[in-house]
């Protein structure tokens, strides 16, 4: 597992970790049961603190990606085929109101915007 910190983001450095760890799991390059490296080593490894990197797993936990284990450490959790639905519906959401935003900045009206969306799904090959 390859985790980039970027330390001028202005995401703090745990939602980082928790995204990158997401993105993973959802993409299958992190199977069920794979062991993430423990607090520390993965606080050394990042040269940051143990505390954020436990916000991180806490808060990977909480959503139910990782299990944990006292005493043997964290474990990607089994796939549950409704968060993974969730989060790819989370992610679109954000494209698109970041498309609703520009069209706006643009003055294109709700119907142009919906013409044009109806234009481009007739046109696609993903749905044929």
């Not at 062991?35 to 436990?54: D, Y």
């Not at 909480?62 to 969730?86: D, M, R």
């Not at 970041?98 to 749905?127: H, M, P, Y």
């Amino acid at each position: 597992m390859h985790l980039i910190i970027n330390h001028s983001s202005m995401v703090p450095i745990y939602e980082q970790i928790v995204e990158q760890i997401k993105e993973g799991i959802l993409k299958q390059e992190l199977k069920e049961n794979y062991p993430l490296p423990s607090v520390r080593t993965l606080s050394k490894e990042l040269k940051i603190s143990a505390l954020t990197v436990k916000k991180a797993y806490d808060a990977l936990e909480s959503e139910g990606f990782i299990c944990t284990v006292h005493g043997k450490g964290s474990y990607i959790a089994p796939v549950n085929p409704q968060l993974v639905w969730e989060e790819q519906r989370k992610e679109l959401e954000q494209d698109l109101e970041g498309i609703l935003q520009k069209a706006k900045r643009f003055d294109i009206t709700k119907e142009e915007l919906k013409d044009l969306f109806l234009l481009l799904l007739e046109e696609s090959s993903c749905w044929k």
